[in-house]
């Protein structure tokens, strides 16, 4: 993946996206929320199969509104394509199937009385039957390190727990495209680490924001970084953590 500042390099994402190399394409997303302020700004990405790509930039950049995009929660203007499948309304059943959103907040995600129903409920809409619900359940559950958590009850989980079991309830429908949200924050170091070698193994397509730069270089080998509402670089991990001038004018810590 080359260096990507700014523009450059559009040609190529078309090209690209013609022979439908993306799994995840974001062309010139612009929205604003309800009050007028405007949180993306032509925003364009495109992720390959299987790559893994972490979103950075500082508080209020736009990142959580870009994650909400991806699976239709928010509706801007410009184009979004899941696998080829345009993110409109009549489609929005599968591309749920497909992207494993988790919020930045636990508590967007969980809202069953036990963690059993919360990590169960996507396999349960999905038709799956009883037998393998609770196999994903449980296979989820210890992917996470919660095995043993089923008959707990969620709102009475501590927020890295809450974290691990947000993470999964997706997991549990085997999406392709993993959207994680600060997936790391206010895991102990332990669950930190399990989290990061996880997610190495998950041989899924990734986008993950987050302000744990360390977990970023170990794990992502391209960085997106956002700013007031647009992509302000795009690149190789080595090259844009070794660029301290591009870090500092964004707000980041170098790990
Ligand atoms: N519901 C809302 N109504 C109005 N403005 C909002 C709303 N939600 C977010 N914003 C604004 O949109 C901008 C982008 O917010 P967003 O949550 O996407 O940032 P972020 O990059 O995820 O930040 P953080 O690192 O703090 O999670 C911010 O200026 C925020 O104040
Ligand atoms: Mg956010």
């Not at 609770?134 to 992917?143: C, D, G, K």
């Not at 707990?152 to 993470?167: D, F, N, T, Y």
């Amino acid at each position: 993946m080359p260096i990507i500042h700014q523009t450059g390099a559009q040609e190529q994402r078309q090209t690209d996206n013609r022979a439908g190399l993306s799994t995840l394409l974001v062309e010139r997303l612009s929205f604003s929320y309800r009050d007028g302020f405007q949180a993306l700004k032509e925003v364009s990405l495109q992720i390959a199969p299987g790559e893994k790509v972490a979103l950075v930039g500082p508080n209020g950049a736009g990142k959580s509104t870009l994650m909400l995009h991806l699976n239709g929660l928010l509706q801007g203007n410009g184009v979004i394509e899941i696998a080829g499948l345009p993110v409109v309304k009549e489609n929005l059943p599968v591309i749920r199937g497909k992207v494993g959103m988790v919020f930045q907040n636990p508590d967007d995600q969980l809202f069953s009385p036990t963690v059993f129903e919360d990590v169960a409920f996507g396999p349960l809409h999905m038709g799956l039957p009883e037998a393998e619900i609770r196999q994903q359940v449980t296979q989820a559950l210890s992917q996470v390190g919660m095995g043993g958590f089923e008959d707990r009850l969620s709102h009475h989980l501590s927020l890295g727990q809450k974290k691990r079991v947000a993470i999964a309830t997706v997991l549990s429908m085997n999406p392709e495209i993993l959207a994680l949200d600060e997936p790391s924050a206010g895991l102990d170091p332990r669950a930190r680490w399990s989290l990061i070698n996880l997610l190495r193994e998950l041989p899924l397509t990734m986008l993950v924001s987050s302000h744990d730069m360390l977990m970023v270089r170990e794990l992502f080998p391209r960085i997106i970084i956002m700013d007031e509402g647009r992509v302000a670089a795009d690149g190789e991990t080595a090259v844009l953590l070794a660029d301290a001038a591009l870090l500092e004018t964004h707000g980041l810590e170098r790990p």
